[in-house]
């Protein structure tokens, strides 16, 4: 009899330090899951960018310091490259993936919304209206022609888009913008595109000139020419450059006025993919489908830029600083996309993007030529 209460009393004692185990754990979890769902707070938010943003600035300072000694070598393109290295060679630590990704997005954002600041009205419009329906058509027709040739090679629409506005537009600028709207997480179709505008817009540096010679261009017709079909703005400076003053003038207001429609095309573009997302909303628990805004706020602030430095009211010395981050600003994310990409990415590719920046570069220089010849 005594045995039975004594195992009856161990069987309490049992049950009480297996409940008491049980409770702790069970306080631990409740307390791990409120940690959890509590909101992060603003430190930890910008904690958590920090080393990111340290290291693209990082690759920021390599890039310029690179392009200070080899000048034909865009501190955009190296930045990319830089950041390509990184992520393939040294690998990225988890830890800088936000500030990365910050990188990428808003700080490319805030770099585009500055380049506005290069642009004035007055300048685009002295080029008469000839050659502005000109600059209209190289753009249009540009990005038109590329959508096609991308669709019959099957490309996808969003790198069709960065290469066709890349080469269209703007070079590496434009194709930073576009994604920008697209906000797509292939950063490996960025790389590609920008990586293409430096290949192809270093061909034109030296053919160009050749070419308009033997057409029996003048300086001025071959600076609009250079201004029409070169990719990059540095490309542009370069062409112009080599064949005189007077083509260079002529070259950087032609290019500036294809930099002008880049707000424009962005708004089309933000148009597209809001109208797309209507098309294809669902109503799932009672929410709908995030819808992209008709003009994202940075190409609000670029179109801004453009309108106060027109008005003549930003002091010169405020613009050279603007341009200085701007640079600045773009090179840190172009390292930031960089790191964002393994290169076996890139070999997926394969050979169509090439093709289609070939094509694209045919189209816009037979269309800058024409316009020219008719107008220049």
């Known amino acids: ?31 791990q899951a409120q940690a959890q769902a509590a909101p992060v707070s603003w430190a930890n938010r910008v ?34 490259a830089l950041g390509v290295l990184l992520r393939n060679l040294g690998g990225v630590h988890r830890i800088l993936e936000p500030g990365i990704a910050s990188a ?24 008469g209206p000839g050659m502005i329906v000109v600059v209209v058509a190289v753009v249009g027709v540009g990005i038109g022609s590329s959508l096609l040739v991308g669709r019959w090679l099957g490309m ?43 290949i192809y817009g270093t061909v034109m540096i030296p053919l160009l000139p050749l ?3 033997g057409l029996g261009l003048t300086e001025q017709q071959t600076g609009l ?44 573009i933000g148009l ?17 489908t995030h819808r992209p805004p008709i003009m994202p706020l940075f190409v609000a602030g670029f179109i801004a830029m453009v309108v106060i430095r027109s008005l003549g009211i930003v002091p010169q010395p405020v613009v050279d600083v603007a341009h200085t981050a701007q ?23 394969g050979a169509r993007p090439f093709v289609l920046a070939l094509s694209t570069t045919v189209v816009v220089a037979a269309i800058g030529l024409g316009g020219v010849l008719l107008f220049g």
Request: net charge neutral; hydrophobic share 55%; charged share 15%.
């Open 47 to 80: 904690g958590a960018v920090v080393p990111g943003l340290a290291v693209s600035a990082v690759g920021m300072g390599l890039a310029l310091l690179v392009s200070s000694w080899l000048p034909v070598l865009s501190p955009m393109l190296v930045a990319i």
């Open 272 to 288: 597209q993919r809001r109208l797309s997302a209507s098309g294809k909303a669902s109503v799932i628990d009672g929410t709908h």
């Open 327 to 349: 640079t600045l600003l773009l090179t840190a994310a172009m390292f930031a996309l960089g790191a964002g990409v393994k290169l076996s990415m890139i070999r997926r590719l």
């Open 211 to 213: 070419m308009a010679s």
């Open 225 to 268: 020419w250079a201004g029409a079909s070169v990719h990059e703005v540095a490309q542009v400076v370069a062409v112009g450059g080599a064949v005189g003053s007077g083509a260079l003038a002529a070259a950087v207001i032609v290019k500036l006025a294809r930099v002008l429609l880049l707000a424009p095309v962005l708004t089309v």
């Open 104 to 127: 990428a997005k808003r700080v490319l954002r805030i770099g585009v919304v500055l380049l506005g600041l290069q642009l004035v009205f007055g300048d685009v419009l002295a080029l």
């Open 1 to 31: 009899m005594r045995q039975v209460n004594d195992d009856q009393s161990n069987d309490q004692s049992n049950d009480q330090a297996r409940a008491a185990t049980i409770e702790p754990r069970q306080g631990g979890s409740l307390a």
């Open 156 to 198: 996808t629409p969003n790198q069709v888009l960065l290469i066709g506005g890349g080469f269209s537009i703007c070079g590496a600028a434009a194709v930073a913008a576009i994604d920008g709207v697209l906000d797509d997480d292939r950063d490996e179709e960025v790389v590609t595109a920008v990586a293409l505008v430096v």
